[in-house]
Structure formats: structure tokens, C-alpha cells
């Protein structure tokens, strides 16, 4: 397993002696999760920390009418999870899955918690994480009920300006909150204007 990534990513937060990256070595899993394929599905409980070292993932829900609602891309760098269900330990209210092939870092909440208690300060660090990821949720938020699709796509570049091009125009609609055509058209419009 190639933890360089989220050692990297680990240090922008804290510093950790060979002896802390060793205890944190020690709980870290691997997985590998085919295009297509769920890492947590609605219903499951989210039992982990996901860390994404190579490909994407993506968080939705599905609505009562079958159109699916994506609330965040995770490309390599990025954590992801239900976090209601991660906290509460109740069934998760959204879907994980792989856009294309990914691989992941995962570390059980049991073993999080003996982590914490092993090396104190990844309490620090996975607060830090949580509150970065309730801001940014906050902000989302706030843009989706403020901006207009066209400043909420510009948003879209600008916070995943390297799945711009490789994701397909119907999740970038769902990410936004239009419909692919609505998409569509505005981004010929826009293309018009320049």
C-alpha cells in the first residue's frame, strides 16, 4: 500500500515522527474499487475514514423520483464519507461509488479510536478535516441557493478544475443542480459569447 499521498496530506496539518506514521501504518487498509461499483450504499452504515489515493469517487442521493443529487467528487488527495452515518452509526442516507477505477486508504472507526489514543494528535487532525468539511459544505450550501448555474459551474471548475474535462456532462448537471440539457445549452451560450 502507497501511503505517500495521505502522508503528504497528512502533514499540511500535523507532523508525525517514524514512530506515529508507523502506529498510523499499522490501521490503514487498502482497497481497490472497480468503475461502477459502491464503496457504501444507502442503508449501510458507514464503519470507516476514506481516504482516495488514485482514480474518483463520488457522494449522492437518489430522490423520490429516481434523479440522483451529487454532493461531492473525490479525486486522489480527498477523504470521503456519509458523515451522519459515520457519526451516529445509523444507516447512511447516501450512495458512495467509483466514477473509474479508484483506489482507497481506509482505516476502521474502531481502530480510529485507538489511534486517538495511541498518537493524540490525529484528534487534531480529523477535527481540523471536519470542520474544513463543514465550512465547505456550508459554502455549497449558501452557492446553491444564491448563485446562478452558471456561477455555481464556474465554482464547479474552479474546486475540481481536473475533473472538468473527465467526468460526464450529466454528473456535472447533478453537481450544479440542473439537468444535463439545461447544462448543455448554457455552456453553448457560453462558448457563443467568448
Not at 481536473?162 to 443542480?177: D, F, T
Amino acid at each position: 500500500m502507497n501511503t505517500d499521498l495521505l502522508l503528504q496530506h497528512i502533514s499540511k496539518h500535523i507532523s508525525l515522527t517514524g514512530e506515529e506514521e508507523d502506529i498510523l501504518k499499522s490501521v490503514l487498509h487498502s482497497k481497490k474499487i472497480k468503475k461502477k461499483h459502491f464503496l457504501l450504499q444507502e442503508g449501510e452504515v458507514n464503519k470507516t475514514a476514506t481516504f482516495v489515493t488514485s482514480g474518483i469517487l463520488r457522494i449522492y442521493s437518489i430522490d423520490k423520483n429516481g434523479f440522483e443529487h451529487i454532493l461531492q467528487f473525490a479525486p486522489p488527495g480527498w477523504w470521503i464519507g456519509d458523515m451522519k452515518s459515520a457519526i451516529t452509526q445509523q444507516p447512511a442516507t447516501l450512495n458512495i461509488d467509483a466514477i473509474e477505477d479508484t483506489e482507497i486508504i481506509w482505516i476502521s472507526k474502531e481502530d480510529l479510536e485507538k489511534l486517538y489514543a495511541a498518537v493524540p494528535k490525529f484528534e487534531r487532525f480529523f477535527r481540523i478535516l471536519a470542520e474544513n468539511s463543514i465550512a465547505s459544505y456550508q459554502q455549497r450550501l449558501v452557492n446553491n441557493l444564491s448563485l446562478s448555474a452558471a456561477e455555481r459551474y464556474d465554482n464547479f471548475c474552479k474546486l475540481y478544475p481536473s475533473l472538468v474535462q473527465n467526468l460526464p456532462q450529466k454528473q456535472v448537471a447533478s453537481y450544479i443542480g440542473v439537468t444535463p440539457e439545461f447544462l448543455s445549452k448554457m455552456l453553448s451560450n457560453l462558448s457563443e459569447k467568448k
